[in-house]
């Protein structure tokens, strides 16, 4: 039994790690020498031992051999083993404590004694495998002085707790071996079978889909038929829509214009139908794009693609806009409190044009303090006679002296009288 | 041609000197993500190293289902390798034929017919070579990404002459039937149901609305002009 630790926690020794060099408690201790023949028998080598399994077949056949091998004798033999020798040990425990006395079992007889002891003494060696830690709990036997004669008389070998691990891992080692034997003939049989090297996923699944032929011949064929006639029917649709069109081009061309006109407007007509039958943009609604990536989706998500949410309310929609503060009075209520807002409204509030009320410029805005004619644009101040310099008629030319009187004929230059 | 251990180099486009597919390295036929997939399994890495034509029918004869790539990691389907050794392979059209006409191995024959729609550059080729597989009805299992279908031959020829896109690979354009029928470089189809379907053409015509004096014990349409296939005129004036 490996030695107690200082320390609280489990040991895990007894774990079987593959490559994991043990060393036995012999090599360490200062005692070596002096260490018993039957101990350094199962005295642990430096190096691992190679496994007793090869990892190769050596033949191709083999493989097929080793299917047909049946471990259980082997099992069976490896028990028998193992209560061989644990009666061996209960048997050379019993014999150590041949005659040990321990403080309860005074008055026991010595062979039941012996059976109980041994028994627990069984029972905690399996317990002990799983934690040596625990110290053990059997009563520690009282020691009896044995004369020098008599402990040379030992023939039966006595186990101590080294020589215990020493067969505790040789146990263990065997058992490891076995379990690769078992995974080389899986691999092999694995192999026999057919299974690839490349393809490691589950090819159980694809057994779901049977491709084995003429399971049914009839239903295969009259299968066939269905899909053929669906082939079949495919095509000819397509060359009556083609040939639809065709006809549909031809009669149109062979209208005459108002009859094209005449259909035209009734298509239109039907349009207009459809749009008045959705609903009206409230005021300052919010207009929700449907995206532009539509695909060719089922029903349902068509007819929600195609929904008419225009005019509806939903859930904190003002209906009145008008009501609210004008800084809250915009079609997008998210946007409200969020940096980068824009303050458009909308086109019509943003105007800056004039708009239908053109006709007030018709009349004058100002009758008293009239412009001057010649500040006046062209439209208010037009005469019959005209405008600029021909808005006034030529007035009477004023009189000049010479036209009017006799006298000053001296004077060369015309002058004008009053 | 030394087949290195790593191919790699007989798939960089540059300095190719093979036989041109569409004047193109034909392994440019797939697309690189796929192309990578491809190189990268180990199928490919094991079993389709120094391939020639015959040791390629060994493994396609293995194979026991179609497909393009499947799994979050997108793997290569082993029919999709293949299909990738053939393209760097271009074996001859007789090679080709023949693969496709093995009664006995039904996944070799959709493998030859995949090559045929991507490697043949002639559509009414295409199509006369192909069209009678769709009288071949065995089963066919195939790999989708996330599990397994059951389908046909013919469905597998059909997707092949109508789809777009099959088994990860963007199939190269082809010609719709109807223009290469108007051009008159092909026939109209003749379906391998024939007279059956002539039959039930004759049943449907004679039922349809006129009113068809019928003598006892007789069914057939009357008045029908004899019918070659579906592109006739005069069916669809009914």
Redesign the interface.
Known sequence: MPPKRMTANRDRSHRYFPGKVEYAQDALSSDSENSDAEVSSAHQPAKPSLPKATSFPKDARLAANLSKINLDARRAQAAAQEAERLKREAEARAKEEEGFVTDDDNDEDDGSRREQESGSEEEEQEESTSSEDDVPKRRMPAPKFISKTNRKQHSVPVFNEEELAAQEDARRKERADEMLQLQLEKQAAAKAAGKKDWDDDEEGLADEVDDTDDVDPEEERALWKKRELLRIKRDRDAIESAEKEREEIERRRNLSKEEREAEDREYIDTQKEEHEGKGKMGHMQKYFHRGAYTFDADDETKQLLNRDIMGSRFQDDARDKSMLPSALQIRDMTKIGKKGRTRYRDMKSEDTGRWGDLGVRDRRKDGDHRLDERFLSDGDAERPGGTGANAYAVGERRKRVDDSRDGRRDDKRPKYGR | MAHAADAKKALDSRGYTGSLIRGDNPLKLFEKPVRDRIIE???WK??CFGLNAATLLDRAIEL??IGGTYGVSQRPTPFLCLVFKMLQLTPDKEVILFYLQQEEFKYLRALAAFYIRLAWEKDAEVYETLEPY??D???????TRE????T?V??FV?DLLIKGRICATTLPKLNP??MLEDEDKLEP?I???GE??EE?DADDDGSDGEVVEVANGQANGIGQAEEDG??D?E??AD
């Open positions: 399994s180990y199928y094991e079993q026991t289902f769709l009288a009805s065995r089963k066919l299992r195939r790999r599990g397994w279908t059951l046909h013919d469905e059909d039937r109807v189809r379906s391998a149901l059956e379907l039930l579906e592109n005129a069916m669809v």
